[in-house]
């Protein structure tokens, strides 16, 4: 069976600090890996994809350890408008592709405090 | 954003209606799904429609039923549901391809089963 853990939060942080959340997963087949944001009954949108070699895009980092089977996400300097739930997403297929679907994680609540 | 848009937004149905769910995609993307998301659990792959043809189907029981009658238009059939069933029920698109497609979701339809 394919699961993607996540610790649920809330994550409560004030505003301009930095946070840091994993995500395991199962299947050492999974290929393609994800962060998705899923604002406060919104659909989710994806934030970043993770690379091998680790990305960065802007206050955001990603990272993937594949021995380890876990996914990071580094937000720096976080702002109030980074409260949100934090989907960690993973692909079976090599390079992506959508028509496998997707699998995710229940998410990470996080709240950014004034 | 109208790049993928679901109707209707909220249902409240009996056990024993008959339903339809509908998502239009904008994007010219030539794969769609369907996923549910109940409070408490991630995000859950139903259906999976490539070119039009179904490639998936995530072991959904037949009370649901999916209909592709084009690349643009997709749609979910209920009938006889159950209560567990509520849920927020989520299309999303893609243009499949062998690098990473993103997924685009609509809004969701918010379902109720009484």
């Known amino acids: 069976r394919k699961e993607v853990e996540q610790d649920p939060g809330p994550f409560n942080v004030p505003e301009g600090a930095t946070v840091a959340f994993n995500c395991t997963y199962s299947?050492?087949?999974?290929?393609?890996f994800f962060w998705y944001r899923q604002d406060c009954r919104k659909e989710p949108k994806l934030l970043m994809s993770?690379?091998?070699s680790g990305n960065e895009d802007g206050r955001f980092t990603a990272q993937l350890n594949r021995a380890s089977q876990y996914i990071s996400l580094l937000i720096r300097d976080s702002k109030l408008s980074d409260s949100a739930t934090y989907l960690c997403?993973?692909?079976?297929?090599?390079?992506?592709?959508?028509?496998?679907?997707?699998?995710f994680g229940k998410g990470t609540h996080l709240i950014i405090q004034p | 954003e109208t790049g993928v848009t679901q109707t209707p937004r909220h249902l409240v149905m009996g056990m024993t209606n008959k339903k339809s769910l509908k998502c239009e995609q904008h994007?010219?993307?030539?794969?769609m799904y369907w996923y549910k998301q109940s409070a408490k659990k991630p995000l859950e792959l139903m259906f999976v429609?490539?070119?039009?043809?179904?490639?998936e189907n995530n072991s959904v029981p037949s009370r649901f039923s999916p209909e592709c009658p084009n690349s643009s238009h997709l749609f979910l059939h209920l009938h006889t549901l159950q209560p567990e069933d509520s849920a927020l029920y989520l299309c999303?698109?893609?243009?499949?391809?062998?690098?990473?497609?993103?997924?685009?979701f609509g809004p969701g339809t918010r379902l109720t089963v009484l």
């Open positions: 999303a698109s893609s243009q499949e391809r062998l690098g990473w497609s993103e997924q685009f």
């Open positions: 299947n050492s087949a999974s290929q393609s």
């Open positions: 993770v690379y091998s």
């Open positions: 997403v993973v692909n079976e297929r090599a390079g992506g592709g959508g028509a496998d679907g997707l699998t």
């Open positions: 994007l010219g993307h030539n794969a």
């Open positions: 429609y490539s070119l039009e043809e179904r490639v």
